[in-house]
């Protein structure tokens, strides 16, 4: 259907409205059109612009000048006051008055000549043409005529009174368009037609309308208007009111604007309240999706009382309820399929609305007598309606009514459009779920051979050096020198003891990740702890870290073993994976509840990104080298109620241990893991 481009402007009724675009091609314009019988005003300034192939209907209670608007368009009436133009061409008025050239009128009753045939009726008013032609020249113009507005009347001699009144309206119709008029007038062309016959003139208004024509339509059919047309302008005590857009207001809304009532009907509530759901599910995450169609499906129905079940493992579960009780709602928090399920059971096994008229089928199931609201009837009436997906019934929604009615179609219709955005909601979960669990199962396999080949790294190294020196040592064709095999054997005593760690550091690891961990917690000096952890290192190692704290520190109740073991992986890794002449510094500072351990390395440094992202950052390193220490660390220090953070330097790392004085005074934990 052809449509221009259109402006939207608000009228104070409320109704949207459309403003012509001036620069499409105006066919009809009405222009300040002021009609007056003595004193009854009865067209009072009608501004009215069709463009070329739109369809604009008319609509307007009887005496709303219709009529009389219609009469000045075609010529047949003078205004009091305005103008009427077809193609650029003021139509000339009045009864003596030319008929304008670009003009065809069909009237609602048909102005034919019963005495006289088809063919005769169609060139009615054009005969100079046809005087010379034969009856068979005639007959077969008239078919052709006819075959080319797809008419499906074969015979062109019958005469007008032996057709149907239908087919009469047909033919003036396709009277009226010959000669290609720029403008099709219709006055009620189907207004004392039967259903059928009005869907063959309807259908050839439509056919003509996408062929092009250009149609002012005057109906009192609403829905015929909004089927055919692209605005419509409602015209109430000669003024034009509103000007809509069919394809955005219901029927109701032109109803209202007909009768002089505001368009605040209860399908536009219902369509305004769709489109906010809409818009709410779509900038809205899934876990919020079913309490807000459930609530808006309860603000729709006016229901108070609302209940959601979710098939799971061949049962109904309640996953959301409105208005019910708690101790009712726990009653009904899990049904079995079918009727011993009550109406949910019923409309979930079988897919089909489930209707409880007097509580018999929620008797029979063993459901709770529902309780009504204060000052409420009791809900005599409960129905439920199956939520289906693509595949299956999802799960029940079930209302409560105090009306002892039967649910309308309407209310039923409502509740199942719904019960289908509760399905797509549904299926939106069950798709995120999957792709959560592949994306969690994809990044576990990824975790699983970084963690791999992190372990293999770390044990081929010490076992590589053992290896090596062991076999030096072991060379039957040299002699080592006392001091290289001092060396020799301190180095696979260093890397044993590496080695040794690294296993341990594998069994903390399993132990942290279980939650098994335990601490042999007692009164222990950080400074002692700190450089029996540093006394751990290989000589060259120990050698590039200084330790220094404030004299002052509390005594810590702690695993003394455990701390140890964290800063000996802490002074490890910001050694071993920073240049040579990195140098490493240990300082201890007192806190409100405890102390502070500093470990800062002038090495390379972690990027901003690992800073930025904390743990995420621990895992990045230790994915490139740095061991398992590092998550180890963190397990330890938070099973003894502190934290271990990676901070920010201007030069290259810096690992903060905050551990307080006494856990248990500061209700972190026990102390024993």
């Known amino acids: 259907m052809a449509r221009g481009k259109n402006e939207c402007v608000t009228f104070p009724t409320g109704a949207t409205v459309l403003a012509p675009d001036r620069t499409a091609t105006a066919v009809l314009r009405i222009a300040g059109l002021c009609v007056r019988f003595g004193a009854l005003q009865v067209l009072t300034g009608v501004d009215l612009t069709v463009r070329r192939g739109e369809l604009l209907a008319v609509a307007g209670e009887n005496g709303a000048g219709k009529s009389t608007l219609m009469r000045c368009v075609v010529g047949d009436l003078v205004p009091t006051l305005g103008l009427v133009e077809v193609g650029g061409r003021r139509v000339s008025g009045g009864r003596s008055a030319l008929r304008h050239p670009g003009i065809g009128v069909v009237w609602q009753t048909a102005a034919q000549c019963d005495n006289l045939d088809v063919a005769s009726n169609l060139t009615l008013g054009r005969e100079r043409p046809w005087l010379m032609r034969s009856d068979s020249e005639t007959h077969a113009a008239a078919a052709a005529i006819l075959a080319d507005l797809e008419i499906s009347i074969s015979d062109t001699t019958k005469p007008m009174a032996s057709l149907p009144r239908g087919h009469q309206q047909l033919i003036a119709i396709a009277r009226a368009v010959q000669g290609d008029p720029a403008l099709l007038v219709l006055d009620e062309p189907t207004g004392s037609l039967g259903v059928s016959e009005a869907g063959l003139v309807e259908r050839l208004i439509a056919r003509l309308h996408r062929a092009g024509r250009t149609i002012l339509l005057v109906s009192h059919d609403i829905p015929q208007m909004m089927r055919l047309a692209d605005r419509i302008a409602v015209l ?283 601490l042999n917690p007692d009164w222990c000096d950080v400074l002692l702890v700190l450089q029996a952890a540093r006394a751990c290192l290989p000589r060259d190692a120990a050698d590039r870290v200084t330790i220094s704290g404030d004299g002052l520190l509390p005594s810590l109740w702690a695993d003394h073993d455990r701390l140890e073991q964290v800063f000996v992986n802490l002074m490890d890794n910001a050694v071993r994976h920073n240049p040579a002449d990195t140098h490493v510094t240990v300082e201890v500072t007192r806190t409100a509840n405890g102390v502070a351990v500093a470990v800062t390395d002038d090495g390379i440094g972690l990027p901003g990104a690992d800073l930025a992202d904390g743990e995420a950052g621990d895992a990045r390193r230790a994915t490139s080298g740095s061991g398992l220490g590092l998550s180890i660390a963190r397990g330890i220090v938070e099973a003894h109620g502190g934290s271990l953070e990676i901070e920010q330097v201007p030069v290259g790392t810096r690992v903060a241990v905050y551990l307080a004085e006494d856990p248990r005074a500061a209700g972190s934990g026990d102390g024993t893991g």
């Open 236 to 518: 109430r005590h000669g003024t034009v009111v509103a000007e809509v857009d069919p394809a955005t207001v219901h029927p109701d809304d032109v109803a209202a604007l007909v009768a002089g009532q505001p368009m605040d009907t209860s399908a536009r509530r219902q369509l305004l309240r769709l489109q906010d759901l809409v818009d709410r599910l779509a900038s809205t995450d899934t876990a919020s999706g079913l309490p807000l169609v459930v609530a808006a499906l309860a603000a729709a129905l006016g229901a108070d009382r609302i209940c959601l079940h979710l098939v799971r493992d061949g049962m109904l579960h309640s996953a959301w309820t409105l208005g019910i009780p708690a101790a009712e709602a726990e009653q009904i928090a899990a049904l079995p399929l079918g009727s011993g399920g009550g109406p949910a059971g019923v409309a979930a096994a079988s897919g089909q609305v489930a209707v409880d008229m007097d509580g018999s089928l929620r008797a029979r199931a063993g459901w709770p007598p529902t309780s009504p609201p204060p000052g409420d009837s009791p809900a005599r009436t409960c129905y439920a309606v199956p939520v289906v997906g693509s595949a299956e019934v999802l799960g029940v929604v079930t209302v409560f009514r105090a009306d002892p009615a039967a649910p309308a179609r309407d209310e039923l219709d409502l509740v199942g459009l719904y019960a289908g955005y509760l399905a797509g909601v549904l299926e939106r979960q069950e798709a995120d779920a999957a792709r959560q669990e592949a994306n969690a199962l994809r990044r576990s396999h990824d975790l699983q051979r970084q963690f791999l080949s992190r372990l293999s790294h770390e044990l081929r190294t010490p076992l590589t050096a053992i290896r090596g020196y062991a076999s030096g040592l072991a060379a039957p064709d040299v002699v080592w020198d006392t001091e290289s095999k001092g060396r020799f054997v301190a180095r696979i005593s260093d890397e044993s003891a590496r080695l040794t760690r690294l296993v341990g550091d594998l069994l903390d690891f399993s132990a942290i990740e279980s939650g098994v961990l335990r």
